[in-house]
């Protein structure tokens, strides 16, 4: 059983950055996809991009300009750099890994590491 672990997060002013990164405890399969979300207090949790052997993918385009999605070779890291931070996207951000279309959810998540961003 794969376990993801999320850290990076705290507290940041608008305009400042955070590296959030999601270490596996074992090396991710070739074939999985892996992913950050993130939920805000009262709203849904919400994908924000899926990067895996063949492409990344943006699910949330209006944070492609300021966040980028990268893992490391061994799929054992992943990480969300995070620019320009804006007070909405205060958050709880997740990592998520593997889908399966036929169960439609994924097989691993992280237990999540908040972001604040506020002055």
């Known amino acids: 059983q794969v376990q993801l672990v999320e850290h990076g997060g705290g507290w940041v002013q608008p305009g400042g950055s955070l590296q959030l990164s999601c270490v596996a405890s074992?090396?991710?399969?070739?074939?999985?996809?892996m992913t950050w979300h993130r939920q805000a207090a009262g709203k849904e949790r919400e994908l924000i991009a899926t990067?895996?052997?063949?492409?990344?993918?943006w699910t949330k385009r209006t944070l492609e300009d300021r966040f980028t999605i990268s893992q490391d070779g061994e799929k054992k890291i992943l990480y969300l750099q995070m620019n320009h931070l804006k007070t909405e996207d205060t958050a709880v951000y997740y990592c998520?890994?593997?889908?399966?279309?036929?169960?439609?959810?994924?097989?691993?998540w992280g237990q999540g590491t908040q972001v604040n961003v506020s002055s």
């Open positions: 074992e090396a991710i399969g070739a074939t999985c996809g």
């Open positions: 990067i895996s052997i063949t492409e990344t993918r």
């Open positions: 998520a890994a593997c889908y399966r279309a036929n169960l439609g959810e994924y097989l691993y």
